[in-house]
Structure formats: structure tokens, C-alpha cells
């Protein structure tokens, strides 16, 4: 039996330059192999028309991911699923942007914009410490806070972000759903779009949690989103005087 391949084509419009013809996929993909799959190029490439927007989710994002964490794109994708939930665009998203927040909005205590960050570190090791002792045969990968120091009354802000592993599966959702836990009534994931459940109201934040953030208590706050994409803030810990000198050195 001959397999067939999927053609993709421009459908962006009549006026599209894409309609002249376009590169090969093969050419595009050693184009940005040799740049590195520079996320700011893919973002770029992703506005031209929907081929390569197309392309870009299908392809580059994924490959991106592949290169960024390999070992965590490794386990993501060891159940047997050739994608992750949500799409690779997103989570090449959550890799490298700190969604911040507005007041009003998500975390409505302060305004601090979202940006990109330069490298973060994601740990299996440091999600069991976000899952209550009922959900830790889930996994869940946690980044390093990014920090946002002397936001006046607030003090030094982090904020933290993750993705569960085949998250349709995992006991955080269904006790999210046994709890009937209920969305956020206006707010969705900064990376999908997706609604968020919040683990604040569920009573799903365990202690440890702090510990490993280096936060007050009672200043955590978690979201997890329907494709198992989770985004939080805290109030850090402010250093002790030993610490501040270590960094001066």
C-alpha cells in the first residue's frame, strides 16, 4: 500500500505571496536547524501566511522544544504520544516566557509585564514538591521562579511555571473534577488559551511547596489549565545577610 503525503498549501488569500510558490519543507527545516530554531525567527515566519504558521506549529516549534529540553521532551513523550497536550507552539512558549501579570487579572495584586527569559531550568524532581501527597505518582515539571524584586508593597515576586505529563490522565485533573473545582470566569493560559483551574481554591497547594520556592506560605498561588500547563506567583523569602554576601562575591 503506497502511503500518501499531506500537502499543505497556502490558504491566507488570493493577494497571499505565498501563492508564487513556496520553499520546500525540507529547505525550511535545514534553513532553521542552521539558525538554531531561533524562537523570535519562528514567531516571525508564523505571521506570514497560515502555510507557514502551519509549518511552524507542525515542525519548528516541536523541534525547538526538542533542542531547548531534550530530556524533558523525551519523558513528555515517552506514553506512546507523538505530541504533547495542547501543541508544541504553546510549550515552546512556556519554555521561554514569564507570562507576569495584571492587576485585575490572574494575579491582581500587582502589574508586572510578561517577557521573555533567557534560560530557565525545569525539574521533575522539583514538581513533587507541588503536588499533594494523593498526586505525587504525577509528573510535573517546575521552573526556577523568575524573580521580580522590590515590587513596593508586594516585595521580591517570583513567578513559576510547569507542564504535567499526559495531564488527561493524571489524578491533579480528576480530583480537580471530583472537587468540581470551577474555572476562572474570565482569565485563560497565557500559552493555549485554554480555561485554568485554580489550585488555590481546590485547597490542592501543599506546604512544601514554599519550601522549595524559598516563599511565604500563604503567598502561593497556582493555576493549572485544561492541557495541564501551570503558571503561579509567590512572594519570595528575602535573602539572609550570608546569602547577600555570597552573591556579592
Keep these: 500500500m503506497m502511503l500518501v503525503v499531506k500537502q499543505y498549501r497556502c490558504t491566507h488569500s488570493s493577494t497571499?505571496?505565498?501563492m508564487k510558490g513556496h520553499l520546500s519543507e525540507d529547505a525550511i527545516f535545514l534553513v532553521f536547524q542552521h539558525l538554531n530554531w531561533n524562537p523570535r525567527l519562528i514567531a516571525v515566519m508564523s505571521c506570514v501566511c497560515k502555510w507557514f504558521d502551519e509549518i511552524a506549529k507542525r515542525v519548528l516549534w516541536k523541534e525547538f522544544c526538542r533542542t531547548r529540553a531534550p530530556k524533558m521532551m523525551l519523558d513528555l513523550q515517552s506514553s506512546g504520544s507523538h505530541s504533547v497536550?495542547?501543541?508544541?507552539?504553546?510549550?515552546?512558549?512556556?519554555?521561554?516566557?514569564?507570562?507576569?501579570?495584571?492587576?485585575?487579572?490572574l494575579f491582581n495584586t500587582v502589574h508586572i509585564l510578561g517577557h521573555f527569559v533567557y534560560r530557565s531550568r525545569f525539574s521533575r524532581t522539583s514538581g513533587?514538591?507541588?503536588?499533594?501527597?494523593?498526586?505525587?505518582?504525577?509528573?510535573?515539571?517546575?521552573?526556577?521562579?523568575?524573580?521580580?524584586l522590590d515590587q513596593g508593597e508586594e516585595g521580591d515576586v517570583g513567578f513559576f511555571?510547569?507542564?504535567?505529563k499526559s495531564f488527561s490522565v493524571s489524578r491533579v485533573r480528576k480530583m480537580l473534577i471530583d472537587r468540581q473545582a470551577?474555572?476562572?470566569?474570565?482569565?485563560?493560559?497565557?500559552?493555549c488559551k485554554a480555561k485554568l483551574w485554580s489550585m488555590l481554591q481546590a485547597n490542592m497547594i501543599p506546604r512544601?511547596?514554599?519550601?522549595?520556592?524559598?516563599?511565604?506560605?500563604?503567598?502561593?498561588?497556582?493555576?493549572?489549565?485544561?492541557?495541564?500547563?501551570?503558571?503561579g506567583i509567590c512572594?519570595?523569602?528575602?535573602l539572609s545577610d550570608s546569602e547577600e554576601v555570597s552573591e556579592l562575591e
Design 16 to 18: 497571499c505571496i505565498c
Design 85 to 105: 497536550d495542547g501543541n508544541w507552539k504553546a510549550l515552546g512558549k512556556l519554555l521561554i516566557y514569564c507570562s507576569g501579570c495584571s492587576k485585575g487579572g
Design 128 to 148: 513533587k514538591s507541588f503536588l499533594i501527597p494523593q498526586c505525587r505518582t504525577d509528573v510535573l515539571y517546575v521552573s526556577d521562579p523568575c524573580e521580580h
Design 161 to 164: 511555571r510547569g507542564v504535567f
Design 182 to 191: 470551577k474555572f476562572h470566569p474570565t482569565e485563560v493560559c497565557p500559552y
Design 208 to 231: 512544601s511547596a514554599a519550601s522549595r520556592l524559598d516563599a511565604y506560605d500563604d503567598s502561593i498561588e497556582y493555576y493549572v489549565c485544561l492541557n495541564g500547563h501551570m503558571l
Design 235 to 238: 512572594t519570595l523569602l528575602p
